[in-house]
């Protein structure tokens, strides 16, 4: 079983790579942007691979409604990328793809955030402490 695993991680990782070049060179939909590949996770009969992606926004007001677009995008030109990595990996089965944004960057922010305002508040509690001793 362990080899198996192993295995199915070197091919999402293979996948991964090759899918990075094929949407920066190949996908010619302007709507998808730069897009950047986080992870692939294939399932153990290699018959789904899971690809999680993320994407520019550049602080737009509709960043969330551009991500659910480029998802779409990027799911209907799914067949299209499996057709490309089949001809770089030497597989007889090439997973089917299903593209999600990956929420990690977004979360990462909110609890930077979160990190910040507590250290504030721990600052203001202690100066507050200090002044009511002094």
Do not use: W
């Amino acid at each position: 079983m362990g080899a198996n695993s192993s295995r199915v991680r070197r091919i999402g990782d293979q996948i991964q790579r090759d899918l990075a070049k094929i949407i920066q060179q190949e996908v010619k939909d302007p709507r998808v942007g730069m897009v950047t590949v986080n992870d692939v996770k294939v399932s153990s009969d290699l018959s789904y691979a899971d690809v999680y992606f993320t994407c520019m926004a550049f602080g737009r007001q509709d960043a969330v409604q551009e991500r659910g677009e480029q998802e779409k995008i990027l799911n209907n030109a799914a067949g299209f990328m499996r057709t490309k990595l089949a001809k770089g990996l030497n597989m007889r089965v090439i997973p089917l793809l299903r593209f999600h944004y990956d929420k990690v960057i977004d979360t990462g922010s909110e609890l930077s955030a979160l990190i910040d305002r507590a250290i504030d508040e721990d600052k203001s509690h202690q100066t507050n402490s200090d002044d009511s001793e002094g």
